[in-house]
């Protein structure tokens, strides 16, 4: 698969990830929920990256420009690494489309080595109700978020949104370190054409990472990047 193919909104969402993570060099990563596999060949360049996806039609069109070791299954096959024996652990929009979350965190509070990372990608409620009101005229779902109802993914299905504040009552193993916004302003950008253009992107990008650590912007983004270190 080329980064060519992959749609705007996503690559921003990808590249805005890849910088907040940009301290990531010479160390052992673990992609839990890698998807295509773009993040984990990402960070294949310069990282020992270990992948693992329980989505075959993921697989079978995944990125492979980089060498990782990609493993199909679910949480069963944390139980097979030794524990704290990774540096980094990646968890991008898994916990949304899982019940398995505390078992999942306390597999990784295993695995990962104390002081290590664990990056979380999660939806941001609030930014889905603007997103929703703004660029969908979607009056009906905005009000069903704001009752606390969850959402759909079409392509995953149930969003079960969580508080960023929860993970830690799933487990007592972590801190956390940052908290960061994605995506603020593209998605209530509704000129569709604007979102193609390149020199748009790279300033929308450049935008975005100026914000995303800024209280009152991150509240609205799309997402919240939670960076958590192993006590």
Same mark, same amino acid.
């Given at each position: 698969?080329?980064?060519? !193919?992959?749609?705007?909104?996503?690559?921003?969402?990808?590249?805005? @990830?890849? &910088?907040?993570?940009?301290? +990531?060099?010479?160390?052992? *990563?673990?992609?839990? /929920?890698?998807?295509?596999?773009?993040?984990?060949?990402?960070? $294949?360049?310069?990282? &020992? *990256? *270990?992948?693992?996806?329980?989505?075959?039609?993921?697989?079978?069109?995944?990125?492979?420009?980089?060498?990782?070791?990609? #493993?199909?299954?679910? %949480?069963?096959?944390?139980? !097979?690494?030794?524990?704290?024996?990774?540096?980094?652990?990646?968890?991008? !929009? *898994?916990?949304?489309? @899982?019940?398995?979350?505390?078992? #999942?965190?306390?597999?990784? $509070?295993?695995?990962?080595?104390?002081? /290590?990372?664990? $990056?979380?990608?999660?939806?941001?409620?609030? /930014?889905? %109700?603007?997103?929703?009101?703004?660029?969908?005229?979607?009056?009906?779902?905005?009000?069903?978020?704001?009752?606390?109802?969850?959402?759909?993914?079409?392509?995953?299905?149930?969003?079960?949104?969580?508080?960023?504040?929860?993970?830690?009552?799933?487990?007592?193993?972590?801190?956390?370190?940052?908290?960061? /916004?994605?995506?603020?302003?593209?998605?209530?950008?509704?000129?569709?054409? +604007?979102?193609?253009?390149? #020199?748009?992107?790279?300033?929308?990008?450049?935008?975005?990472?100026?914000? $995303?650590?800024?209280?009152?912007?991150?509240? #609205?983004?799309?997402?919240?990047?939670? +960076?958590?270190?192993?006590?």
């Amino acid at each position: 698969m080329s980064i060519r !193919n992959v749609v705007p909104w996503e690559l921003l969402l990808k590249k805005m @990830t890849w &910088e907040q993570l940009k301290f +990531i060099h010479n160390k052992r *990563v673990l992609d839990f /929920g890698s998807g295509n596999g773009m993040t984990a060949d990402h960070f $294949s360049i310069d990282n &020992e *990256v *270990v992948a693992i996806e329980p989505d075959k039609k993921m697989l079978q069109d995944r990125f492979t420009e980089n060498d990782y070791k990609q #493993i199909e299954g679910d %949480v069963k096959e944390l139980k !097979n690494f030794e524990d704290e024996s990774f540096d980094v652990i990646l968890c991008h !929009n *898994v916990f949304e489309y @899982t019940v398995e979350r505390k078992e #999942i965190i306390k597999e990784f $509070s295993t695995i990962l080595k104390t002081d /290590g990372y664990l $990056s979380i990608l999660k939806h941001n409620r609030a /930014g889905r %109700v603007m997103q929703m009101v703004v660029l969908l005229n979607n009056f009906e779902h905005a009000n069903e978020l704001l009752e606390g109802k969850n959402g759909h993914a079409q392509q995953f299905g149930t969003i079960n949104y969580y508080q960023d504040a929860e993970i830690l009552k799933w487990s007592d193993k972590f801190m956390v370190e940052k908290v960061l /916004g994605l995506r603020t302003f593209w998605d209530l950008q509704q000129n569709q054409e +604007i979102h193609n253009d390149k #020199i748009w992107q790279e300033k929308m990008l450049e935008l975005e990472l100026k914000v $995303s650590d800024l209280e009152e912007y991150k509240a #609205i983004a799309s997402f919240h990047h939670v +960076i958590l270190r192993k006590k």
